[in-house]
């Protein structure tokens, strides 16, 4: 999927998801990225509900954990909702949000061995294949999945050096996170193909993204997500490379506290510039087209509340 997706991130009730997926499918989207978010609404629920309301949309489950959900039944579930509706479904695994982790009480200590395992277990199952596995963490030693084998894309979310190389040998394709900046994403991109990739690999970035004729509203649409999202300490070196200056520890400690407004205030318009793609249509578009040229083959669309600002987003969309 090397097309335009927009994301989902299980916060919105029935009736402005429904609003948002009928924006995208009809302002041209190829897929709806649907990311796991705990204490959210459910990832697979909502990509069977989109997936059985409208034939033009791809759904992507983005970032299921294996430290939550254990792979076997990750698999079962991406080849259930892929039986139903083939060619329609992918699969990105991820370790989760080491907040959400936490705050569910789920340790995911040393990620990179389970995440190597639950690939491999994900991909012989999805193969129609009997697995018999004996790793550091998972056990498997069990028939074939029912629904037989199903051609399903297995994307990875990775920021650290070792997760992007292992997107590049293992997976068919990286997810990078929204707020990581044109330098960053680049980055990201030579450290998951340098060891070798997959053929068809393809690099997938989510980008903040914000249109209107008023560069100060897109930005400051811009600004919450971004306040939420680099207070996570994985940022540090995506700020870095931007040549961007904030300061993560009173951003955590803002963010902390619940005082949102002042941890809006220190993302400044510089750091929005940086780091999402805000503003009137032209420079809207031109960010994107600077996240192409670092490498992004496909462009998911992040932040949108409303699907009007889905539509803008969408009707923003450099062309070639």
């Not at 930005?219 to 870095?240: F, I, K, M, Q, Y």
């Not at 600077?290 to 992040?302: C, H, K, N, S």
């Amino acid at each position: 999927m090397t097309g335009v997706g927009v994301s989902f991130d299980g916060r919105d009730p029935p009736d402005v998801l429904l609003a948002k997926a009928d924006a995208a499918a009809s302002g041209g989207a190829e897929a709806v990225w649907l990311a796991t978010h705990l204490f959210q609404r459910d990832t697979i629920s909502t990509a069977a509900v989109l997936l059985g309301r409208d034939p033009r949309l791809k759904v992507v489950l983005v970032a299921l954990s294996p430290f939550v959900i254990h792979p076997v039944y990750i698999a079962m579930a991406t080849a259930t909702l892929a039986e139903f509706y083939p060619g329609r479904v992918a699969l990105c695994l991820g370790v989760g949000a080491p907040l959400d982790l936490a705050g569910a009480g789920v340790a995911a200590p040393a990620p990179l061995g389970p995440m190597r395992e639950a690939l491999w277990l994900c991909r012989s199952l999805l193969a129609g294949e009997a697995v018999r596995f004996e790793g550091r963490r998972f056990r498997v030693d069990g028939p074939a999945l029912a629904s037989g084998a199903q051609s399903t894309p297995i994307l990875l979310a990775a920021s650290g050096p070792k997760m992007l190389r292992l997107a590049g040998e293992a997976a068919d394709g990286v997810v990078l996170s929204a707020g990581a900046s044109v330098a960053y994403v680049a980055w990201c991109l030579e450290q998951a193909k340098a060891g070798g990739v997959r053929p068809g690999f393809q690099a997938h970035a989510f980008v903040y993204a914000a249109v209107d004729a008023d560069g100060g509203q897109a930005r400051d649409r811009a600004r919450t997500p971004l306040s939420v999202v680099l207070r996570g300490a994985h940022h540090a070196r995506n700020l870095e490379m931007a040549g961007t200056p904030l300061d993560q520890a009173a951003l955590a400690a803002a963010y902390g506290s619940g005082d949102r407004a002042a941890a809006e205030a220190l993302i400044t318009d510089d750091v929005v510039d940086r780091h999402a793609a805000a503003g009137p249509a032209d420079v809207f578009a031109r960010r994107i087209r600077d996240y192409r040229a670092a490498g992004a083959d496909g462009i998911v669309l992040a932040g949108a509340r409303a699907a009007a600002e889905i539509e803008a987003a969408l009707r923003a969309l450099p062309t070639g």
